[in-house]
């Protein structure tokens, strides 16, 4: 199945119903919708000249256009590479070429991106919505939808997963049915009166977990501002009701301080689904306090979208259970369309209270990564997903995460790979070795901390250069929150640098 299937279903049972929002004004109704993808798939396929199975990039802030381009790039039976708005360019760059995307579309501020063409062999356009392409694509004429095979790639998420540079998780037309459905049965029943608000960035959790709600008809509201902001979550909860949305912990422990969400009626918020990241018990009681039990926990990764085990909202209401405090501080119980096992590093299953990675298998897992064989079969060993994470299960079937095995630093629930932050110091010709690890944090999460061994001690690069250096290769939200200059740094025989004593000297020193 297809899952533009949504769009053209909604069209038909609720035509005049609003199906994006942003803010308070509707941008358009199902009818409209289902027209305009249509024509925008008629419009890819036919003046661009795609083919089915070509990869389309979406690199996009949030806006009504995404859901567009998302739902037309299906119905014309492509693949959706949605990119992170915010990285740079280069890494832009890298993921296009990896994906051998044919196509991006973007928003003004990435009209810049259409140059990378002239670098990029398979890039052939670049579309800027709403701009004239983006309007004479959307006025070609609508095509029917192409069919689509359950294991046809739907979505390449890019992801750092255990390893360096970003790997592209292919996600099926079924691996994302699979998700929606386990929505239903895990988080919440959704109806045609519901909303889901589009705070988080579209290209990662928010995006995904859109799909539940289109499948059932309920308006998608993307904020005016198109980002998480107190005053205008509680504006869209004074108009409407049944209203959910994701978010990373650090943004729902934000927004549960806030003076706008404080003296809001909250009373059209169905749910808030966070996850993405660990949120301490002191921040989840607090979120509790005020958003009520209209909170549940999400624990995924981009590899098993958005499912590998759940905390629903009944679990954060039964406060009076006497383990409430330990599974707050866990990501709670398997997700109905997964089995889940703590394996040994030889892959047998440990008993229960003991600790090791947590593999995965079930329909919602990726069929594996884009083009990569080696990571694939790393990934996926006799067909359970190994996540990288390190966790135990405790008798009820509640799973507590201990540790990543991967050195992913996740700040405000965004994913920081840090040997993309060392490359970018490591080009200081002062800099003789740097090592980045994560300090937790309790605004972000964790923090980006890099430990920088100078080639002369006397005379250290300055903390503007190193900052300089990391802007002109990667993303600003990656770039160091703090440098610590030291002579050398720990490593074991095999001269491989010891990111756990780096973290242990940041614990000791905080
Ligand atoms: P991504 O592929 O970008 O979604 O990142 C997935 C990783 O985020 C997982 O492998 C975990 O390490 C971490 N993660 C996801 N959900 C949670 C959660 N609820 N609590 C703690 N860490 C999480």
Same mark, same amino acid.
């Not at 970003?166 to 009166?193: C, E, Q, W």
């Not at 008798?395 to 050195?407: V, Y």
């Given at each position: ?67 567009? @381009?998302?739902?037309? *790039?299906?119905?014309? =039976?492509? +693949?959706?590479?949605?990119?992170? %708005?915010?990285?740079? #360019? ?127 008809? @309920?308006?998608?509201? *993307?904020?005016?501002? =198109?980002? +998480?902001?107190?005053?205008?979550? %509680?504006?869209?909860? #004074? ?272």
């Amino acid at each position: 199945m297809n899952l533009a299937v949504w769009v053209e279903r909604n069209a038909q049972r609720w035509p005049g119903r609003p199906a994006i929002a942003v803010g308070h004004e509707v941008h358009a109704d199902w009818a409209t919708v289902a027209t305009r993808v249509a024509g925008l798939a008629g419009g890819l396929r036919h003046r661009l000249g795609l083919q089915p199975g070509d990869r389309v990039a979406i690199v996009m802030r949030n806006r009504p256009e995404y859901l567009e @381009a998302l739902f037309a *790039i299906w119905h014309a =039976g492509l +693949v959706a590479v949605p990119i992170n %708005a915010r990285l740079h #360019r280069d890494e832009v760059a890298y993921v296009l070429e990896q994906s051998a995307a044919s196509a991006v579309v973007v928003d003004e501020d990435h009209h810049d991106l259409d140059t990378l063409a002239d670098d990029i062999d398979t890039l052939g356009t670049c579309i800027v919505a709403t701009g004239r392409r983006w309007a004479e694509l959307a006025g070609a004429s609508g095509i029917a939808i192409t069919d689509r095979r359950p294991a046809d790639a739907a979505w390449l998420f890019f992801t750092s997963g255990t390893t360096g540079r970003p790997k592209g998780a292919t996600l099926t037309h079924r691996n994302l049915l699979v998700m929606s459905l386990s929505y239903f049965a895990d988080i919440d029943s959704i109806t045609a009166d519901d909303a889901v608000l589009l705070a988080a960035p579209i290209s990662h959790g928010a995006g995904l977990y859109a799909l539940p709600h289109v499948a059932r008809g @309920a308006v998608s509201v *993307i904020p005016p501002s =198109g980002g +998480v902001d107190g005053t205008e979550i %509680a504006d869209v909860l #004074r108009r409407r009701s049944g209203v959910s949305f994701f978010a990373a912990p650090t943004m729902v422990k934000r927004l549960a301080s806030d003076p706008a969400i404080l003296d809001a009626d909250l009373s059209g918020l169905k749910t808030i689904v966070y996850g993405g990241a660990p949120m301490y018990l002191a921040d989840l009681t607090g979120a509790l306090e005020v958003f009520g039990p209209r909170l549940a926990q999400i624990y995924g990764q981009g590899e098993t979208p958005m499912t590998i085990t759940a905390l629903s909202k009944a679990d954060h209401a039964d406060r009076d259970h006497p383990r409430w405090a330990e599974r707050m501080q866990s990501v709670g119980a398997v997700r109905t369309d997964v089995e889940v096992r703590v394996v040994d590093e030889n892959g047998v299953a440990l008993p229960t209270g003991e600790t090791g990675e947590i593999v995965v298998r079930g329909d919602v897992v990726m069929s594996g990564y884009w083009e990569q064989p080696d990571a694939t079969s790393d990934a996926i060993r006799d067909g359970w997903l190994h996540t990288g994470d390190v966790g135990s299960f405790d008798a009820d079937g509640f799973l507590t995460l201990r540790d990543r095995s991967k050195d992913l630093i996740i700040s405000g629930g965004m994913n920081i790979y840090p040997r993309e932050v060392e490359e970018a110091l490591l080009r200081h010709d002062d800099v003789a070795a740097v090592s980045v690890v994560g300090r937790s944090d309790p605004e972000w999460g964790e923090a980006v901390v890099a430990f920088v061994v100078a080639i002369d001690a006397e005379r250290p690069p300055t903390i503007d250069q190193l900052d300089q250096l990391c802007l002109e290769r990667i993303a600003r939200y990656k770039r160091p929150k703090e440098y610590r200059f030291v002579e050398s740094l720990p490593t074991n025989n095999y001269g491989k640098v010891l990111k756990r004593e780096l973290r242990e000297q940041l614990d000791h020193n905080a």
